[in-house]
């Protein structure tokens, strides 16, 4: 089965452009995490959704926003881009496992380089 | 409130050394607590988690991982470093069933012939 897959692999911007990510996730999951990953630094929680309502929200700006369709698939949508915006954007799935636990499963990310 | 502490940003190993890698962490509840490993250039690929059903958690490649609630720890450990080992690892917590992730600041490991 294929594993979550995320487009476009890289991606170079300037400021004040607007980029949309796309991620598909593992056939069956329903929920769709983002999250970003400066350089030298862990993974922050940008959102979740799940059955296309958003379920949490980390501590972003409104700049960031995100939606997920009726095939579980989501975008991610950044405007009015800044520098601090260039990261790794790594997109996740999930489904319910052990204990109803939802394990995330990590696509390989979208390198975003803002100039 | 949750945080993760990973000790060390960088740890070297000699290759068939053990590997120890530290992670602390907060909550307010009874956690859920993750190890994943991302190599240059990849996402991230789960290790193991642990979700109260045992204390020490074998995972993939050989790792396995320890939960002491006393000590608010999760360390990682492998009997015997490999090459291939080499990449940096993240200790995560959640505090709810939905999975959000808080992250720890990584560590990188190189393993040295």
């Known amino acids: 089965d294929a594993g979550v897959t995320q487009s476009p692999t890289h991606l170079i911007k300037t400021r004040g452009q607007h980029v949309t990510l796309r991620c598909s996730p593992i056939s069956g999951h329903k929920s769709v995490s983002w999250y970003q990953q400066v350089l030298g630094q862990g993974p922050q929680f940008i959102f979740q959704y799940y059955e296309k309502e958003e379920r949490g929200r980390g501590n972003f700006p409104d700049r960031f926003s995100a939606r997920q369709f009726p095939n579980y698939s989501s975008e991610l949508n950044v405007n009015a881009l800044l520098l601090g915006d260039s990261a790794l954007y790594l997109c996740a799935s999930s489904s319910p496992g052990v204990q109803g636990l939802d394990t995330q499963y990590f696509g390989p990310g979208t390198r975003l380089t803002v100039l | 409130a949750q945080s993760v502490t990973q000790l060390g940003s960088h740890v070297s190993v000699s290759e068939g050394a053990l590997v120890l890698l530290r992670c602390n962490y907060s909550?307010?509840?009874?956690?859920?607590l993750f190890w994943y490993v991302q190599y240059p250039n990849q996402g991230l690929q789960l290790l193991l988690k642990?979700?109260?059903?045992?204390?020490l958690v074998k995972g993939i490649n050989g790792f396995e991982a320890e939960f002491k609630k006393s000590e608010t720890s999760f360390h990682l450990t492998k009997p015997s470093a490999h090459m291939s080992d080499a990449a940096e690892y993240f200790c995560?917590?959640?505090?709810?069933?939905?999975?959000?992730?808080?992250f720890g600041a990584g560590t990188q490991v190189v393993v040295t012939p």
């Open positions: 642990y979700t109260s059903a045992a204390t």
């Open positions: 995560a917590v959640s505090s709810d069933s939905w999975g959000k992730l808080q």
């Open positions: 909550s307010s509840v009874p956690p859920y």
